[in-house]
T-cell receptor
Framework: EAQVTQNPRYLITVTGKKLTVTCSQNMNHEYMSWYRQDPGLGLRQIYYSMNVEVTDKGDVPEGYKVSRKEKRNFPLILESPSPNQTSLYFC?????????????FGPGTRLTVT | SQQGEEDPQALSIQEGENATMNCSYKTSINNLQWYRQNSGRGLVHLILIRSNEREKHSGRLRVTLDTSKKSSSLLITASRAADTASYFCATTLRAGNNRKLIWGLGTSLAVNP
């Protein structure tokens, strides 16, 4: 089954404790992206990647890092989480420049930073 | 930054009725997409309409696009309780290699049995 998976689905952590949210897709998509969703602010892009070793900032990259060492994986790293990063996070993937613009989303990771 | 604004913010209807949601956007687009999100879950792609298309159908869904008014509408016919969800429009800005989606804040649809 074609899908985007994220882990963990729920995470409660404390300020400053480094964490990684994994994202993996099995559709051989070139494009991957991370979004956060907050009430009243909607979905905002954090980082995106056009292909292996090619990443760039979205609208709200501060406090986050990403890497794209393999085509299928695009982890989101919070080196020193803060309470303002409490949010619902989504990973998405899409075919490359010659493909459709439709994006496929993971189930989401609900992060709480205390 | 929000590109799309959905209207209404919330809609409550009875099963079997039609539901219409509208979306307005601000800048020129390549395409406009509609997504559904069940409570607290991932987003599911529903339909994509390109800037040179005016209407598109998919099952019980009908999407229209008016680029002169920078607006789109999503019609769900013969609604079911399972259609209860939030619906978002998103536009694609082709900025370099970024396929970033610019989202509206969504319409919350409740279909009552």
């Amino acid at each position: 089954e074609a899908q985007v998976t994220q882990n963990p689905r729920y995470l409660i952590t404390v300020t400053g404790k480094k964490l990684t949210v994994t994202c993996s897709q099995n559709m051989n998509h070139e494009y991957m992206s991370w979004y956060r969703q907050d009430p009243g602010l909607g979905l905002r892009q954090i980082y995106y990647s056009m292909n292996v070793e090619v990443t760039d900032k979205g609208d709200v990259p501060e406090g986050y890092k990403v890497s794209r060492k393999e085509k299928r994986n695009f982890p989101l790293i919070l080196e020193s989480p803060s309470p303002n990063q409490t949010s619902l996070y989504f990973c998405a993937s899409s075919p490359g420049t010659q493909g459709s613009y439709e994006q496929y989303f993971g189930p989401g990771t609900r992060l709480t930073v205390t | 930054s929000q590109q799309g604004e959905e209207d209404p913010q919330a809609l409550s209807i009875q099963e079997g009725e039609n539901a219409t949601m509208n979306c307005s956007y601000k800048t020129s687009i390549n395409n406009l997409q509609w997504y559904r999100q069940n409570s607290g879950r991932g987003l599911v792609h529903l339909i994509l309409i390109r800037s040179n298309e005016r209407e598109k159908h998919s099952g019980r869904l009908r999407v229209t696009l008016d680029t002169s008014k920078k607006s789109s509408s999503l019609l769900i016919t013969a609604s079911r309780a399972a259609d209860t969800a939030s619906y978002f429009c998103a536009t694609t800005l082709r900025a370099g290699n970024n396929r970033k989606l610019i989202w509206g804040l969504g319409t919350s649809l409740a279909v009552n049995p």
